[in-house]
């Protein structure tokens, strides 16, 4: 089984500041990790995902994830945020023996402020 | 738009009812996962489908049930609802049910039970 803690409940920033959102996991077998985003009254979207390669992974909208194998993180970065970067995000887990189930974490809301 | 249609939107019942969530997933994808997503809970995996049959199942209640049909729609079924079954409940889908492949997910029905 997969665990997924999310370190921040809330994250406010500055506009054109950068954000890092932090993801611990826990699993007993190797796992693909995902960062989702939900923007306010919609669906989750995909933002990027680790399956196995290079650790840094970049993904939509500015956004880039170190994946720790070691410290068993997922952290997500971005240099520079936007208003319209106010949002859920959502860390997710997946084992590489368990289908597509998905385990997530509780989120962090991200609150852009000018 | 990620092309996963939930319906109906909002679905307002009582205690006792028994409603059915329906997805329809994207043009060619074969698999089919449900969430739920609760101020308490988080986002929980209930049950993924592929191609007409169960693949995976979590927290999925025993009140709840779900089926795929031959044209890979979806419906989950909730039945002698409780208080705490007023959720957001999301749809997913992939091509195909290897955790490898992108989750698409959908706007989501947003449960009320008074």
């Known amino acids: 089984a997969q665990s997924v803690t999310q370190l921040d409940s809330q994250v406010p920033v500055f506009e054109e500041a950068p954000v890092e959102l932090r993801c611990n996991y826990s699993s007993s077998v190797s796992v693909y990790l995902f960062w989702y985003v939900q923007y306010p009254n919609q669906g989750l979207q995909l933002l990027l995902k680790y399956l196995s390669g290079s650790t840094l992974v970049k993904g939509i909208n500015g956004f880039e994830a170190e994946f720790n194998k070691s410290q068993t993180s997922f952290h997500l970065r971005k240099p520079s945020v936007h208003i319209s970067d106010t949002a859920e995000y959502f860390c997710?887990?997946?084992?590489?023996?368990?289908?597509?189930?998905?385990?997530f974490g509780a989120g962090t809301q991200v609150v852009v402020t000018p | 738009d990620s092309g996963v249609t939930q319906t109906p939107k909002h679905l307002i019942t009582a205690t006792g009812q028994r409603v059915t969530l329906r997805c329809s997933p994207r043009?060619?994808?074969?698999?089919v996962y449900w969430y739920q997503q609760s101020l308490d809970q988080g986002l929980q995996f209930l049950i993924q489908y592929y191609n007409g049959e169960e693949r995976a199942k979590g927290n999925i209640l025993e009140r709840f049930s779900a089926q795929q049909f031959p044209d890979l729609h979806s419906e989950l079924n909730l039945s002698s609802l409780e208080l705490g079954d007023s959720a957001l409940y999301f749809c997913?889908?992939?091509?195909?049910?290897?955790?490898?492949?992108?989750?698409?997910f959908g706007p989501g029905t947003r449960l009320t039970v008074t």
């Open positions: 997913a889908s992939s091509v195909d049910g290897q955790a490898v492949y992108e989750q698409y």
């Open positions: 997710a887990v997946s084992g590489t023996d368990s289908w597509g189930k998905l385990q």
């Open positions: 043009s060619g994808d074969l698999s």
